[in-house]
């Protein structure tokens, strides 16, 4: 009796601790002083490229002044036709969103049970050949949450390449390592280019085989020497995404009732069971829609609650030619925005009023806007599509104009005191903008 109350116990203290734990993720440590001063501000691309057998990842240079800002480091996952990131984790919570291609993802969390079995019979001493965890297929235009330190591996079932953009929260609570950003790689070896580069240059390459004595591998996994070594991928150099020899197969059963077995150890009330990705692309599901300027779609905790665990948002934009996201802030969050088509003229302005970022972004720039900053985006000629990471579960934005904004709010008197118009220039300002998120330029 006792064992069960402790038991219970344990199981809603740590039920318990995820919570309030992930509701307070985001508790940062704060990045260096003065990170978020900026007298201008740039939109690089990916500073170094690590090439696999089989794709490669890009990493944006996380000591740049943005990024530190934003506390977040970022990197572009590309997997070619037949090929499989293999499983790995990272130290942070992350954000992930799929820019083209198709696959299957699978999450491994330790003490989920595996809710996929294969066997070879049909009688009472049927031996089981395959058992694993749930698998969820992506497609272009799914975000998908990553946990910190629970692993996923990435399967390109498709003939044409998967790009992935993802964000690393690495000054969030859950990494309590540093602000340098790691893969901790299950399987998977350095490649030449590896072997070269400065030890805290990410990925690293050894997966966490390697530095075992073999002996032990082979006693853990009760396995021989040999085959202790192959897990090791001492003479492999393919790196991080290899070559399939073939199509995988995947078990595609139906997945037993193993909330019946569950063992009420805390994990499966909270990471186990969540739904760990939604598409943002479907226009139908847009929180702002113009027939003419454009479509915002936002994934928050509320329609993806994994995200109250990972702390972090998504915005899905796309601009027609000539349309424009009017004037606005956000109030609670930094915003790191990933162009994934076309191009736009964007404006940025900072705290003094003073412009710290006026030009053109283009297809794979990224582009980081801190918290409370002002923003207008004006789409180009073929149109311009964006995927902006928020570093908050739940962001709210502040308009300058339009039918919902700031000056709308305000009295016409307090409007001419303030800006020195006139009466019928103060109701213009106030009320001759009817939209409220997009709107077409009056050139277009």
Same mark, same amino acid.
């Given at each position: 009796?006792?064992?069960?109350?402790?038991?219970l116990?344990?199981?809603?203290?740590?039920? *318990?601790?995820?919570?309030?734990?992930?509701?307070?993720?985001?508790?940062?440590?704060?990045?260096?002083?003065n990170?978020?001063?900026?007298?201008?501000?740039?939109?690089?691309?990916?500073?170094?490229?690590?090439?696999?057998?089989?794709?490669?990842?890009?990493?944006?240079?996380?000591?740049? /002044?943005?990024?530190?800002?934003?506390?977040?480091?970022?990197?572009?996952?590309?997997?070619?036709?037949?090929?499989?990131?293999?499983?790995?984790?990272?130290?942070?919570?992350?954000?992930?969103?799929v820019?083209?291609?198709?696959?299957?993802?699978?999450?491994?969390?330790?003490?989920?049970?595996?809710?996929?079995?294969?066997?070879?019979?049909?009688?009472?001493?049927?031996?089981f050949?395959?058992?694993?965890?749930?698998?969820?297929?992506?497609?272009?235009?799914?975000?998908?949450?990553?946990?910190?330190?629970? /692993?996923? =591996? =990435?399967?390109?079932?498709?003939?044409?390449?998967?790009?992935?953009v993802?964000?690393?929260?690495?000054?969030?609570?859950?990494?309590?390592?540093?602000?340098?950003?790691?893969?901790?790689?299950?399987?998977?070896?350095?490649?030449?280019?590896?072997?070269?580069?400065?030890?805290?240059?990410?990925?690293?390459?050894?997966?966490?085989?390697?530095?075992?004595?073999?002996?032990?591998?082979?006693?853990?996994?009760?396995?021989?020497?040999?085959?202790?070594?192959?897990?090791?991928?001492?003479?492999?150099?393919?790196?991080?995404?290899?070559?399939?020899?073939?199509?995988l197969?995947?078990?595609?059963?139906?997945?037993?009732q =193993?909330?019946q077995?569950?063992?009420?150890?805390?994990?499966?009330?909270?990471?186990?069971?969540?739904?760990?990705?939604?598409?943002?692309?479907?226009?139908?599901?847009?929180?702002?829609?113009?027939?003419?300027?454009?479509?915002?779609?936002? *994934?928050?905790?509320f329609?993806?609650?994994?995200?109250?665990?990972?702390?972090?948002?998504?915005?899905?934009?796309?601009?027609?030619?000539?349309?424009?996201?009017?004037?606005? =802030?956000?109030?609670?969050?930094?915003?790191?925005?990933?162009?994934?088509?076309?191009?736009?003229?964007?404006?940025?302005?900072?705290?003094?009023?003073?412009?710290?970022?006026?030009?053109?972004?283009?297809?794979g720039?990224?582009l980081?806007?801190?918290?409370?900053?002002?923003?207008?985006k004006?789409?180009?000629?073929?149109g311009?599509?964006?995927?902006?990471?928020?570093?908050?579960?739940?962001?709210?934005?502040?308009?300058?104009?339009?039918?919902?904004?700031?000056?709308?709010?305000?009295?016409?008197?307090?409007?001419?005191?303030?800006?020195?118009?006139?009466?019928?220039?103060?109701?213009?300002?106030?009320?001759?903008?009817?939209?409220?998120?997009?709107?077409?330029?009056?050139?277009?």
């Amino acid at each position: 009796m006792h064992k069960l109350l402790f038991s219970l116990l344990s199981a809603a203290s740590f039920s *318990l601790l995820l919570f309030f734990h992930g509701s307070e993720a985001r508790q940062r440590e704060l990045p260096l002083p003065n990170a978020c001063h900026f007298s201008q501000i740039d939109s690089p691309g990916p500073a170094h490229a690590t090439k696999f057998e089989a794709g490669q990842m890009e990493v944006w240079d996380h000591t740049s /002044s943005e990024l530190q800002c934003a506390g977040v480091t970022v990197a572009r996952i590309t997997l070619q036709a037949n090929s499989i990131f293999l499983p790995s984790f990272f130290s942070p919570p992350a954000l992930a969103y799929v820019v083209q291609g198709e696959g299957v993802m699978g999450t491994i969390a330790s003490g989920c049970p595996e809710t996929y079995e294969e066997g070879g019979g049909g009688d009472m001493h049927r031996r089981f050949e395959d058992m694993h965890q749930k698998m969820e297929d992506f497609r272009r235009g799914d975000v998908f949450a990553s946990l910190a330190g629970v /692993s996923q =591996w =990435w399967y390109n079932r498709g003939n044409s390449d998967v790009v992935i953009v993802i964000v690393l929260d690495v000054t969030n609570r859950e990494n309590q390592l540093d602000q340098v950003p790691r893969m901790f790689q299950i399987a998977g070896s350095k490649t030449q280019e590896q072997q070269q580069q400065q030890p805290l240059t990410w990925p690293s390459g050894k997966n966490a085989f390697s530095g075992f004595d073999p002996k032990i591998i082979a006693e853990a996994f009760k396995i021989d020497i040999e085959t202790a070594k192959k897990l090791q991928n001492q003479k492999d150099n393919r790196g991080n995404i290899v070559r399939a020899n073939g199509p995988l197969h995947f078990i595609s059963s139906p997945s037993r009732q =193993w909330q019946q077995d569950s063992t009420g150890n805390g994990i499966e009330e909270t990471y186990c069971t969540e739904r760990l990705h939604e598409n943002i692309d479907d226009p139908e599901r847009s929180d702002f829609f113009s027939t003419r300027a454009g479509r915002i779609s936002t *994934l928050n905790s509320f329609n993806l609650p994994v995200l109250s665990l990972v702390r972090l948002n998504a915005i899905r934009g796309v601009l027609y030619s000539g349309g424009m996201m009017l004037p606005h =802030w956000t109030a609670n969050a930094h915003t790191v925005l990933y162009v994934t088509g076309g191009q736009a003229k964007i404006q940025v302005v900072d705290d003094n009023g003073q412009s710290v970022f006026n030009a053109q972004v283009q297809q794979g720039e990224l582009l980081v806007v801190p918290q409370g900053f002002a923003v207008a985006k004006t789409a180009g000629e073929t149109g311009f599509e964006w995927i902006a990471f928020k570093t908050n579960d739940n962001t709210y934005m502040n308009t300058l104009s339009g039918g919902t904004s700031y000056l709308r709010a305000v009295p016409v008197d307090v409007i001419k005191a303030a800006y020195g118009v006139t009466e019928e220039e103060a109701k213009r300002v106030k009320f001759s903008q009817q939209e409220t998120m997009l709107a077409m330029t009056s050139s277009s």
